[in-house]
């Protein structure tokens, strides 16, 4: 049994006339102290799939279909007093830009004491103390000085550590990552992403990484999961994927990396832009900027196949497949 | 040159669009709808109010005593006088039409006069910037922070002592006209400085001034047109505030004079007879002040929400 | 931070030349204390010795000096109708004015942050867009026309309540004739507080709720949710504390309108404040007093606004002060 699973998942935003679908039909599962990348262009509804999975989609959004379950126990139909229980202690957030994430007029401590308190019978001393110990684990200097600062009066990188720290706190079970290091200096990126790869291998703590970089992803992800336009659209093996991506979009991704091009040669960028969400192309959402669309690229999306590498949604490699190993639809069911 | 002509038609078509889009969304908004009605209504009276009006105002026969104080026609059944007689034997609704009129002259002058001060200082204040904007924007901020109504009333009390009372009668519109407009330029200048330090980054901007277009220029016909819906914006309730403080200065007897009321001055004078009974004679006037004031407040906030959310707030 | 500081005393001395130059105008222009000392009896050239005398012959700025020396020794002139230090006669109105200021002040915060707060939190809710309609409507209808008309029924009609003045007051050791510790002396001050309060309250109403909505948005308030923060905690410690902050400075800032109003309201009221009296002394051409007032005005604008702005940027370094680029 998987830890978190998700079915099925829509969501939508609510319009005066139709509402518009930001997320289609999207179904992944993690293992306990398993490492997830989710990757993607911007706009591509991997951050809203992070707020989904904790019910803090902004209005009007909202989740139309699906299941989220954790441990076997639906969140979907919660209470806003069962999610309040289920946000900190079970599932823990960091957000992108530490900078304006912590509340500027509350000390650090008061935010970390608040966070425990919240989910826990503890009093203020045994709080503080389990902070200051928090703070000294993901290698803040001084924490007991630190403990009494204000936001303001550290760096970004350390905030993003307070941040790290505070998610720790109740022992949860996994830690949603919202493109932790994308606002911090490059230098410190590195740091801030082995920190939190360290912290997740220590305490089996299971890691959602929502990021555009494929960069980060080599250094962290066990498995990644490919978004496009609201749905996914490849997923597996970290290695695999970068490896040997199947999905036409994976592959653009990939290949629009710096390091991919050779010296002096253009970056090779994916033709075109990401559909606006009132204006979804029929068929498969890629199919506009894709090199190998096909007719019935344009009528019907295209269903999951497992590839032998990954699970990809794309006519392409089905046809490749079904071409090669006529056997294979066996495996797609799978 | 296609560089330097090409923002301005943007604008202006971005313009008209979103004007249409303005119509459009008011027409799904039935209190917007309703308040842009009473507006136009309101403006189309003080137009008109010399023609509607059933008295002559300025006729000899039209103050007279022996009509005093009478009650409105469906209390007396004197259909002469449909909202009744105030203290003088002058037809109310006469007078209301007429207040009306000029309360929303006042307020109206008063606005271009801020208008005025306001774009000329902002757009200085943005264009130049330095120590000029510094010093400018610290002024609007001391002058603001003061208060318009403070402001007024000790100026309009000083200069009431100095000129004596009947002189000071003769001049009341002028004076409170002027008062109001140069007390409040500020909350213009600053929205026009935003918008122009906004703008002023912009490409085009920049390239008229490598083509050695003048400062005069480019602030008239590049940088002035941007800050046209934003003063749109302050412009309804800015209207709204003059007139009550209009209001307020006649009713401490430092506005307009009893012989030449407006709304204000007509309400004030009606109080002294609340007590004794005769209660149209400040409530009539009283209810069309509020909901005037009501409307152009309503109409404001409701442009603030649709043509731009981020309008500097004093 | 020091420099800061500094400029904005600086600056403050500056504001307060120049009002003191206003009113040494005033008094200047339009009183003549010669006439107020001997009265019209008196041969030209007796006139013109004492004017010699007084040094009302020497250039303006001199004179300006010598009133600016005499104002910082407390002497700002005697009141022609009062016969009367004007300072005295100002400071004993101050009670009753900051009284009248201080139970609006308080009704105004029992009702704006609850109502702001709620509207924010509830944008939809038919509740709030009542509460928002009304505020608007609370807007437009000017403060004398609330305080004639709460006066109207709640003291001429109903009889409920005393229509003018103070009541009685208690001394309170011997410096503060106060109207707070008496029932007859709150009676007075209900109706006065709450005209006040009926037109200070809608500002403060849409202020809070615009502020809030603006920081209910922000990364901090989602992650505070995101955290498993209770929702109490979240609206009243996490958003309230960032919400209050530009409020109060706006608050400052409207302190030029609270005295404009107390005018008014005072005048309605028969209520003996400053600002009775100022109305009082423009009617009596009291040149002394009218100068005064201003300056005692303008004192407690400067004081507070500087005040507003350091204590501001001591609470929060990380802003900075708006329009102060």
């Known amino acids: 049994m998987s830890l978190l699973s998700i079915n099925g998942l829509s969501v939508k935003f609510k319009q005066r006339h139709e509402d518009l679908v930001a997320l289609h039909n999207v179904s992944l599962s993690l293992e306990r102290g398993e490492r997830l990348a989710i990757v993607g262009e911007s706009g591509a509804g991997k951050s809203l799939l992070g707020y989904a999975i904790v019910n803090l989609l902004m209005k009007p959004g909202f989740i139309a279909e699906g299941s989220i379950k954790l441990d076997d126990r639906e969140l979907t139909r919660l209470s806003s007093k069962q999610w309040q229980e289920i946000r900190g202690k079970k599932i823990a957030m960091i957000f992108q830009d530490p900078m304006v994430t912590l509340n500027p007029v509350l000390s650090v401590g008061d935010q970390m004491v608040e966070a425990i308190r919240s989910h826990t019978r503890i009093n203020y001393n045994d709080a503080k103390k389990l902070a200051i110990e928090k703070l000294a684990h993901v290698r803040i200097a001084a924490p007991a000085q630190r403990f009494d600062q204000y936001p303001h009066e550290l760096s970004g990188g350390m905030r993003q550590r307070v941040i790290i720290a505070i998610a720790l706190l109740l022992a949860p079970e996994i830690i949603i990552a919202d493109e932790p290091t994308t606002a911090l200096d490059v230098t410190i990126q590195a740091e801030i992403l082995q920190l939190l790869k360290q912290i997740c291998a220590d305490n089996g703590v299971a890691l959602i990484l929502i990021t555009h970089d494929f960069g980060v992803v080599s250094r962290i992800a066990e498995r990644t999961l490919v978004m496009y336009a609201g749905r996914i659209v490849e997923q597996g093996p970290t290695l695999e994927i970068i490896n040997d991506p199947q999905h036409p979009y994976t592959q653009g991704l990939l290949n629009a990396l710096p390091q991919m091009a050779l010296p002096g040669q253009r970056l090779n960028q994916i033709q075109g832009n990401m559909p606006p969400l009132n204006d979804q192309p029929r068929g498969c959402a890629f199919h506009p900027r894709c090199p190998y669309a096909e007719d019935k690229c344009r009528i019907q999306p295209p269903d999951f196949i497992f590839s032998g590498v990954s699970t990809v949604a794309c006519y392409a490699i089905e046809d490749m497949l079904q071409a090669f190993e006529p056997l294979s639809e066996e495996d797609a069911d799978d | 040159m296609n560089v330097l002509h090409r923002p301005p038609v943007e604008g202006g078509s971005e313009r008209v669009t979103r004007l249409r889009h303005v119509l459009v969304a008011m027409r799904g908004d039935k209190l917007a709808l309703f308040a842009l009605l009473i507006f136009a209504f309101y403006c189309l009276v003080a137009l008109l109010a010399p023609l509607l009006a059933p008295y002559d105002v300025n006729s000899t026969e039209f103050m007279n005593l022996e009509n005093a104080e009478l009650a409105p026609a469906w209390q007396t059944g004197d259909t002469r006088f449909l909202l009744g007689t105030d203290t003088q034997g002058r037809d109310l609704l006469s007078v209301i039409l007429h207040g009306t009129r000029l309360s929303l002259t006042i307020g109206v002058c008063a606005v271009l006069i801020q208008v005025f001060l306001g774009v000329g200082i902002g757009l200085l204040s943005g264009y130049i910037g330095g120590r000029l904007d510094a010093f400018l924007m610290r002024v609007a901020d001391i002058q603001l922070s003061f208060s318009t109504m403070m402001v007024a009333i000790v100026v309009l009390a000083v200069f009431q002592t100095l000129f004596g009372h009947a002189a000071y009668q003769q001049l009341a519109m002028l004076m409170l006209i002027i008062v109001l407009g140069v007390a409040e330029w500020p909350i213009f200048a600053r929205t026009v400085r935003a918008c122009v330090f906004a703008e002023k980054e912009k490409e085009y901007i920049d390239a008229a001034r490598i083509l050695g277009v003048s400062k005069a220029r480019i602030m008239l016909r590049h940088l002035l047109p941007n800050t046209v819906s934003p003063i749109l914006v302050i412009l309804t309730i800015q209207i709204a505030n003059a007139i009550v403080a209009e209001a307020a200065l006649s009713f401490l007897g430092l506005g307009m004079p009893p012989n030449q009321p407006s709304l204000g001055a007509l309400i004030s004078s009606g109080f002294n007879y609340l007590f004794s009974g005769a209660w149209w004679i400040s409530v009539f006037p009283s209810v069309t002040l509020i909901l005037m004031i009501f409307v152009m407040n309503l109409l404001g906030d409701w442009l603030r929400d649709h043509l731009n959310p981020q309008v500097t707030r004093g | 931070m020091l420099s800061f500081i500094g400029r904005r005393l600086l600056q403050a001395m500056f504001v307060l030349l120049i009002i003191s130059f206003v009113s040494f105008m005033i008094q200047d222009k339009m009183g003549d204390p010669v006439r107020q000392m001997v009265g019209l009896s008196v041969t030209l050239e007796q006139r ?278």
């Open chain 3, 48 to 325: 013109e010795a004492l004017q010699q005398e007084l040094g009302l012959n020497d250039p303006m700025l001199i004179q300006y000096g010598r009133f600016l020396g005499r104002a910082i020794q407390g002497d700002l002139g005697t009141s022609y109708y009062y016969k009367e230090p004007t300072i005295d006669v100002i400071a004993s109105r101050l009670p009753a004015t900051l009284e009248l200021s201080f139970a609006a002040l308080v009704l105004v915060v029992l009702l704006a942050i609850p109502l702001g707060v709620f509207a924010a939190i509830h944008p939809k809710n038919i509740l709030s867009r009542a509460v928002l309609l009304f505020s608007t409507l609370g807007l437009s209808v000017p403060i004398f026309i609330v305080a004639v008309f709460l006066m109207y029924f709640f003291a001429i009609e109903w009889g409920l309540l005393p229509s003018f003045g103070r009541g009685e007051t208690t001394s309170v050791f011997g410096l503060w004739q106060s109207g707070l510790f008496n029932r007859d002396g709150l009676q007075h001050l209900l109706l006065p507080s709450l005209s006040l309060a009926f037109v200070l309250t809608p500002i403060f109403i849409r202020l809070i709720r615009a502020e809030m909505m603006d920081v209910l948005q922000s990364d901090y308030i989602r992650y505070a949710w995101a955290k498993g923060i209770s929702a109490p905690r979240i609206y009243f410690i996490h958003a309230l504390k960032n919400t209050m902050l530009p409020v109060i400075t706006v608050g400052g800032i409207q302190l030029g309108t609270l005295v404009a109003y107390t005018i008014l309201t005072e005048s309605i009221f028969q209520w003996p404040g400053m600002g009775l009296l100022f109305m009082d002394a423009v009617t009596r051409v009291d040149v002394p007093l009218i100068s005064t007032y201003l300056i005692f005005v303008g004192v407690i604008f400067v004081v507070t606004n500087t005040l507003v702005d350091v204590v501001y940027s001591l609470v929060n370094p990380r802003v900075r002060i708006p329009g102060y680029s």
